[in-house]
């Protein structure tokens, strides 16, 4: 480690500001982008692990449900009901993992669009004030993605599906292992009446159904498109 110069004082204008020397060199500047850009990658990739184990967990815990609930006719019902509560608690904690990804994910596409494509293709840049956009990320990092939006994002992606087999699995057992009861009847829940139970599942289900496909035309900036043609790539 090189010698600090004894006059070295790190408070001084000089050195408070020197990465503001970047912003004129090119050379400078287009390094430093380099490690910032794989930087921001890594914090995306972390999070994104993050939010694929919650997904395994709610995959796992409806595959167990499922083989427990049919692996002999005796088996209650109501067993498929605290998954519907584990799914609903692993998207709850999805949604904030989600929102938190997108932050560095943005960023990551920010890069992407206005130096490596830029510089592989010089056509321009996609969005001009774009290290303005950067740099106020960057002193006050903020969550672009509103909760209603990423919960629907995560409930299309992967939750809606799971909770639908959950739901339809409940359904199943209900109407063909009754033991020559009415439906009604067979789906209480100790105390609880049938009448009281059904009802509710269905409201949560519809629920979830309008939040999973909300009408408003959602789109994540940088987000992955399907291309109309992609035999170029082939």
């Known amino acids: 480690m090189p010698d600090i110069p004894s006059d070295f004082d790190p408070e001084s204008p000089e050195e408070r500001e020197i990465a503001g020397q970047a912003a004129t060199d090119r050379g400078d500047f287009l390094s430093l982008m380099g ?121 299309r992606r992967v939750y809606f599906p799971l909770f639908t087999v959950l739901v339809g699995a409940w359904v199943v057992r209900l109407s063909v292992f009754a033991d020559g009861i009415g439906t009604v009847e067979a789906a209480a829940i100790g105390s609880i009446p049938g009448g009281f139970v059904i009802p509710a599942v269905a409201i949560y289900y519809t629920g979830l159904t309008l939040i999973t496909f909300w009408p408003m035309r959602r789109r994540a900036k940088g987000a992955v498109e399907s291309a109309d043609s992609t035999e170029e790539w082939k």
Request: charged share 25%.
């Open 35 to 155: 490690h910032a850009y794989r930087g921001e990658l890594g914090r995306m990739t972390s999070w994104r692990t993050r939010i694929d184990r919650t997904t395994n967990w709610g995959v796992v815990v409806t595959a167990s449900l499922l083989t427990w609930a049919f692996s002999t006719d005796t088996r209650p019902h109501y067993v498929l009901q605290p998954g519907v509560v584990m799914l609903s608690v692993f998207l709850v904690i999805e949604v904030r993992r989600y929102r938190i990804y997108d932050i560095w994910r943005s960023r990551v596409r920010l890069f992407e669009e206005n130096v490596f494509a830029n510089a592989l293709d010089p056509e321009g840049v996609e969005q001009s004030q774009w290290r303005e956009l950067l740099s106020d990320d960057l002193r006050e990092p903020t969550i672009k993605t509103p909760t209603h939006e990423a919960l629907s994002r995560r409930l």
